[in-house]
Structures are given as C-alpha cells and as structure tokens.
C-alpha cells in the first residue's frame, strides 16, 4: 500500500511570493496534519485537516493556510514568503487524526 | 497545554552498546505516547506506541513503556546498531479531540563500528 506522498521535495523561492505544497495520503485516511520542522523550533504543528474541514490550528500567522479536497489530498500555502519560512514542511496521514500518524518524506523549501 | 521534554543530544555510541534517551511529558488525561525516527533526509517513521498506563510499546529491539506516575515514555534498546543512528523524538496527542502530535526537540544518535 502506497505511503504518504508530498510534492515536490525540494523548492527555492524568492521572498514575498507564495508556495503551493502537496500531500496525498494514505488511501482510506481521511485526516491530514501539517508541520513545520526546522533546526531552531523543531516540529511544529500547523493544521488539521479531516473530511475537508479544519479541525485543528497551530499558531502560526495568517500567511499559512491549507485546505482538502474531497479525495482527502491536501495542500497548503505560505504567500508573502519570508526568510523564515525555510523549513522541511511534513505532511501526516492518519485515519481519523486520533490513530497513529504516518508521515511523507516532506518538502525542504528554502526561500532566498 | 501538551508538551514534551526529551534528552538533549548528540548521543554517541559503540555498536552493542546500551541506549536509553529519556523523555518526560506534561498533559491533562491520558495522552498517547509515540516514539518517531528520523533517518538522513527522510520524514518520521513511527517507531513504537502506547496508548494508556503501563503498556509497553516495541519494535526493531526498541522499548518504551507508559509510566503514568513518572509522566514519562524512556526509549531503550539493548544493543544498538550503526544503522541505528538517526535522529530520535518523543511524541504525544490527546487525550481526545487533540488532533495533532506535540514533538520533544529530538535526539541525535550516532553509533560506531
């Protein structure tokens, strides 16, 4: 059975655009989290996501949002990209968010 | 709120050698606790769990077990590997309608031949 999938695995993007990432998650999982994992904060959780309704947010400011479609693929968006933003996002599947998680291999965006 | 407190790294082993990285937890009810692996370049692979007092969670010659009077999920193993080197993190969520896992900082462990 296919493991959780993130696209694309690597981005560079200048500051003050805006990135798309992607996560496709197990087949029968309907709850999708995000987290942003760099060396200074660790893991940190963004969002929740289940039957494409939020359920959960981290604290993180506005510029971070995601959403989930009806197959539960999920994406999320960072706009207005800062130098900060540089990080490994994660992307975690689960059956209903109470299980146990799985996670993708993530995407490393660098902003420059 | 959640939270988890692990050992700090690096941790830096011979082959054969015994592993314990310690972690402590703050939480109202009865989270469940995970260990995590983060190998070079990959994302986490859950290692073990436990979801109520006293179970005890094992894979791959890892153990944790879920001590509720001590607040805390000790990671051991008996006789670690070089392919054992990775980085290592304790986990939590809950209790219910927590839906998101509360990290410790990690664990980096390195084993020599």
């Known amino acids: 059975k296919a493991g959780v999938t993130q696209t694309p695995r690597y981005l560079i993007k200048t500051r003050g655009q805006q990135v798309t990432l992607s996560c496709s998650p197990i087949?029968?999982?309907?709850?999708v989290s995000w987290y942003q994992q760099t060396p200074g904060q660790g893991l940190q959780f963004l969002f929740e996501?289940?039957?494409?309704?939020?359920?959960n947010k981290g604290n993180f400011p506005g510029r971070f949002s995601g959403r989930q479609f009806s197959n539960s693929r999920s994406e999320m968006n960072v706009s207005t990209l800062e130098l900060g933003d540089s990080a490994l996002y994660l992307c975690?599947?689960?059956?209903?968010?109470?299980?146990?998680?799985?996670f993708g291999q993530g995407t490393r965006l660098t902003v420059v | 709120g959640n939270s988890v407190t692990q050992m700090e790294g690096p941790v830096t082993l011979s082959e054969e050698a015994f592993l314990t990285i310690n972690c402590t937890y703050t939480?109202?009810?009865?989270?469940?606790l995970f260990w995590y692996v983060q190998y070079p370049g990959e994302g986490l692979q859950l290692l073990l769990k436990?979801?109520?007092?006293?179970d005890k969670g094992s894979n791959k010659g890892f153990e944790a077990t879920y001590r509720k009077e001590t607040t805390s999920f000790h990671l051991e193993k008996g006789s670690v590997q070089v392919s054992d080197s990775a980085v290592y993190f304790c986990a939590l969520s809950g209790p219910s309608n927590d839906y998101k896992l509360s990290f410790g900082a990690g664990t980096t462990v390195t084993v020599r031949a």
């Open positions: 087949s029968g999982h309907r709850s």
């Open positions: 975690a599947s689960s059956l209903d968010g109470s299980a146990e998680a799985f």
């Open positions: 436990a979801t109520k007092a006293d």
């Open positions: 996501y289940f039957s494409e309704t939020q359920r």
């Open positions: 939480a109202t009810g009865y989270p469940s």
